[in-house]
């Protein structure tokens, strides 16, 4: 299937590893330029040049947090003086720490909040004229299961990337008239070093091991295995498709069936 994204440009935040990673590997799979950008250079490089290695695509990489404002300007900037435009927009970031609210101090939850929500508000806020401009765009948020179904010990994140729900799903009503669908995904457990460490933290909690958290996870999840970052990837390709050109407002899970409810 031709996904009708060869020749786009598409913006990957914090892509040198896990989810974000494999997103920007199944984009230049269907032809799609990228810019890619993550706080640790070394990482980073490696991702960009495998990716124009195994795909002939062109990779902007930019060493950038985008939890703070001159990351994002730099980003930005970077993309347009390279590339032109962003076309695709996919969000994405590590996550806040983990840990019960006792364990976080005011200042933890401003970073939480800077980097989950404020990243995601400033990059949409770079690339929505040019999509407009142009009648067309896709913005992809990777969010997580917690926003549907919250996870124990994970109260930053279940509180800030609800609120990046709420701001996707109004947004994707306000720009649907521009050609421009907002969607986000929720990754389950899925093999990446963020799950290693939650697993990590678990275990130190419950006095335990990370292979017996890794185990009480797998027997949650009704495929009995935890998920791939290349599967994450997938989804976010389809949702920045042309045959996506109908969804838009929605949060997908991908998570092996985790979440129960109904919708």
């Excluded at 990228?34 to 795909?55: F, K, P, W």
């Excluded at 003086?81 to 976080?104: K, M, W």
């Excluded at 508000?121 to 765009?137: A, C, D, F, I, S």
Aim: aromatic fraction near 4%; charge should be neutral.
């Amino acid at each position: 299937m031709d996904f009708g994204i060869r020749g786009k440009v598409a913006l990957v935040a914090a892509s040198s590893r896990g989810l974000g990673r494999a997103s920007a590997e199944a984009l230049a799979a269907e032809g799609t330029d990228l810019v890619l950008c993550a706080r640790g250079e070394s990482a980073l490089r490696e991702t960009a040049e495998h990716i124009r290695r195994t795909t002939g695509v062109r990779v902007v990489d930019v060493v950038a947090d985008v939890a703070a404002p001159d990351g994002i300007a730099r980003v930005l900037d970077a993309a347009r003086r390279e590339l032109g435009r962003v076309d695709i927009l996919v969000t994405n970031g590590g996550g806040p720490p983990a840990g019960p609210f006792d364990s976080h101090a005011p200042d933890a939850w401003e970073d939480a909040v800077r980097s989950t929500l404020t990243s995601v508000v400033e990059l949409v806020r770079g690339v929505l004229p040019g999509m407009r401009e142009r009648k067309w765009g896709r913005i992809v948020n990777i969010t997580s299961i917690a926003v549907k179904q919250p996870v124990d010990n994970l109260i930053l994140s279940n509180s800030v990337r609800a609120a990046v729900t709420g701001f996707a799903r109004t947004l994707a009503n306000e720009v649907a008239p521009n050609g421009i669908t907002v969607n986000n995904v929720m990754p389950g457990f899925t093999r990446t070093a963020r799950v290693e460490e939650l697993a990590e933290r678990t275990a130190t909690l419950k006095g335990s091991t990370p292979a017996a958290a890794f185990a009480a996870w797998e027997s949650q999840i009704p495929m009995g295995r935890l998920g791939e970052p290349p599967e994450l990837g997938a989804m976010v390709c389809f949702l920045c498709s042309t045959h996506a050109s109908y969804t838009t407002g929605a949060s997908i899970p991908v998570d092996g069936g985790w979440i129960r409810s109904l919708l």
